[in-house]
């Protein structure tokens, strides 16, 4: 008897091998189906050999765990059986539990998404980008957020120079290499402030030779194709790339120049900015997703298109 104890407790000291896992497979099958016939078609084996498998488990655990006989009926757990059913079981949640962590552990992101998105993205009424963050970070919290504003040149060609990932950018032309996904579009108008001379003047008085001898605060890049004959209508320019420093020179009543009517609609209200001719002086800009084309596979780009909060009137 102290013989028999001793084997049982150490009958599975060590590590388990795949045989002791494939036996504790077979003898969970035999209980569920409830007997050594019923359970050949689970099992896939016959009868005889699902004996020999009952009797190897039994013989390295140094323990009887059931009465068998033939048939089903007279199949029935020794109290010992009935305890190792349960604890395997336990054993089986235990490794569906570990299987979802692995999962989770495979299907979470991690390294870098480097992002490159306007300098004027917290004024689009388009896009939430607070929020569109904010799903990135629920989805993905071991992602490591690079987000860079830049003007709309400078934005494809830091993506085809490999130090950004994905952007959204105006539309202006498709260059090889790229990907474009378009999402909204914008109206651009013609402003001044309120105290340059042309706002001093009705619609009526101020013609268009008048306004286009004027100033242009404007990008030294080139324009969207849809605009560009507006742009040759001024012979005047001062440089400024990025939307802020051009509203900043609109404000300043010294310049003129286009701007997304989103980001002068506060400056219209208040009587800061008001349009110029906004019938003539005009036009559409569309923004896209803008990546490499190798890039869109990138899980990690996936999920910011995926993320991208767009209210639903704008879709």
Known sequence: MKSSQKSAKTALSGRLSDMDLRLLRVFREVVQAGGLAPAEVTLNISRSTISVHLSDLETRLGMQLCLRSRGRADFKLTPEGESLYQ?????????????????AIQSQL?????????????????????????????????????????APHE?????????????????????????????????????????????????????????????LAAPDHAVLSGAAHLYRLFPHKSIANHMAARLAMILSGKFIGFLP???????????????????????????????????????????FIESLQIPASEV
């Open 87 to 103: 604890a395997i079981l336990e054993l089986d949640g235990h490794l569906a539990t570990f299987k979802s962590q692995v999962n």
């Open 110 to 150: 991690t390294g870098k998404l480097r992002l490159i998105l306007p300098d004027d993205v917290l004024s689009m009424p388009q896009l939430d980008l607070p929020g569109t963050i904010a799903q990135l970070r629920e989805r993905a919290p071991q992602l490591q957020l690079d987000i860079q504003l830049a």
């Open 155 to 215: 934005l494809e060609l830091e993506i085809l120079a490999g130090r950004a990932d994905v952007g959204i950018n105006p539309l202006h032309s498709r260059r090889p290499g790229l990907s474009y996904q378009p999402l909204f579009s914008h109206q651009s108008l013609l402003y001044c402030a309120a105290n340059h001379p042309c706002a001093r003047q009705t619609e009526q008085e101020i013609d268009e030779e008048v306004i286009t001898q004027q100033e």
């Open 261 to 303: 009517a989103y980001l002068t609609d506060e400056y219209v209200r208040n009587g800061s900015l008001s349009a110029l001719h906004p019938e003539r002086f005009c036009y559409q800009i569309q923004n896209a997703i803008t990546c490499k084309s190798s890039a869109l596979e990138q899980p990690a780009v996936q999920l």
